[in-house]
């Protein structure tokens, strides 16, 4: 039995007003998930530990059967190795937005849905005009920019401290910045006097100081001026989040003997960290954007030509997720809609084909409910397919329907080792 989880980030969502009180799964136009549902066996499945932020980070590592409290160091690290910095184990690597800010308040978390071309103009001018003069200072490479996709990009501290309060800028839409800049944490990690190791204290200082001289130079910027000039959205500070030291994880085949080989097919960099940690394959698609305009077909296409090899293949669709912290309810319900028939339906039209059987399952990481434009920790709807299962009672894919399913409510790891144990 081959395997593969189809994610959707953020799909899930709380009843909306709008749509009398249904969630968008409950209304989006979505047969191919419906007949999965009604021809295989459903639940629902909380992917946040408790104590941990409602994060993909978290959610996702936990889905593939990852124990949080042995491996957790958050987004940086898992993203810094999607994109190929190797770290040492005095850095400290943090995902690093670039953000839109405006009459004192966080607007996007996305500085204007920037693009990684212009992105990559932007990170060159900080390494040269805000790192350069902050690393002689120290006298040795302290601070370091490292392009990744879009507005999502990397930060590395050498010698900084992961013992700090970072507020993920899509957690605080039109709230005021300046409460949320980097603190150190109330108990604070043993420091040794001399060593490269800032203290929690300091590295707070350095991060805001980073953001402070990041506002002051995006703004004069050429990029920036340009778009102000068209009344666009500016891409006008880093907002550092999320930080952590080298992780250190087991692959998924020592964990789950029957996985002999595997990939993970996603436009993020933390999917792809997430996988290259777990000893999956990164299978990269063109046109692939993490927005509602990604190549849907392309994925779909990859999935199949990777099942064709491996044993476990997981899709990532980040579209969903996008939507929901944009508050658009038109575009999230079309991402479910696109999901469904342009990526999960010729999947499963493919492996039907197949002799040897594929087990899909298809899940959210976690709730981006539209009308909060947040990440919400509650547990999500899941089902898993495959011929010759025994269906449950459940008719159609959504978050309502689950909860009369028979695998009942699961708990982070207890998902994957479920799907694994399907042979």
């Known amino acids: 039995m081959k395997h593969i989880i189809i994610l959707g980030d953020g799909m899930a969502d709380l009843p909306v007003k709008r749509l009398g009180d249904k969630t968008l799964l409950q209304c989006a136009n979505k047969p191919m998930m419906d007949r999965l549902a009604r021809e295989g066996r459903c639940g629902r499945l909380i992917t946040v530990p408790e104590g941990f932020p409602p994060g993909s980070e978290v959610a996702n590592t936990a889905i593939l059967g990852y124990d949080l409290n042995r491996v957790y160091e958050g987004r940086g690290p898992l993203e810094a190795a999607s994109i190929g910095y190797e770290m040492a184990d005095d850095d400290l690597a943090l995902r690093c937005n670039i953000i839109t800010l405006e009459n004192g308040v ?15 103009v932007l990170i060159s001018y900080l390494n040269e005009q805000l790192a350069a003069p ?26 900084g401290n992961k013992h700090i309060v970072c507020a993920p800028p899509h957690d605080h839409p039109n709230q005021e910045w300046y409460p949320l800049l980097v603190k150190a944490e109330s108990r604070n990690a043993v420091h040794h006097a001399g060593s490269i190791r800032l203290s929690p204290e300091e590295t707070a200082d350095l991060l805001n100081e980073l953001i402070l001289k990041s506002q002051e130079l995006l703004a004069k910027h050429p990029f920036n001026i340009e778009r102000a000039k068209r009344g666009e959205r500016q891409a006008n500070s880093i907002w550092p989040w999320s930080g952590g030291y080298r992780p250190s994880m087991e692959t998924l085949m020592r964990r789950y003997p029957q996985v002999k080989s595997g990939s993970v097919i996603s436009a993020v960099d933390l999917i792809r960290g997430i996988g290259h940690y777990a000893g999956l394959k990164i299978i990269r698609v063109k046109g692939a954007t993490g927005l509602a305009d990604t190549n849907y077909e392309g994925k779909a296409e990859a999935a199949i030509r990777a099942l064709e090899r491996d044993d476990f293949v997981f899709v990532h669709v980040e579209a969903s997720d996008e939507a929901g912290h944009d508050g658009d309810l038109e575009l999230k319900m079309k991402t479910i809609e696109y999901l469904d028939q342009r990526l999960i339906a010729p999947i499963y039209n493919e492996v039907c084909k197949w002799k040897e059987p594929v087990c899909i399952a298809v899940l959210p990481d976690h709730l981006t409910p539209v009308e909060m434009r947040i990440h919400v920790g509650q547990a999500v709807p899941f089902l898993i397919w495959h011929r010759g299962i025994k269906p449950d009672d459940v008719q159609q894919y959504d978050e309502v329907s689950c909860v009369n399913g028979s695998y009942g409510l699961l708990r982070h790891s207890q998902f994957m080792d479920t799907l694994m144990n399907i042979k």
Not at 106 to 120: K, S
Not at 137 to 146: A, D, H, P
């Open 106 to 120: 966080i607007v996007t978390h996305n500085g204007g849905n920037l693009e990684t071309e212009d992105a990559r």
């Open 134 to 159: 902050i690393n002689e200072r120290y006298g040795f490479e302290r601070v370091k920019f490292i392009t990744g996709i879009q507005y999502r990009h990397l930060l590395v501290i050498k010698g």
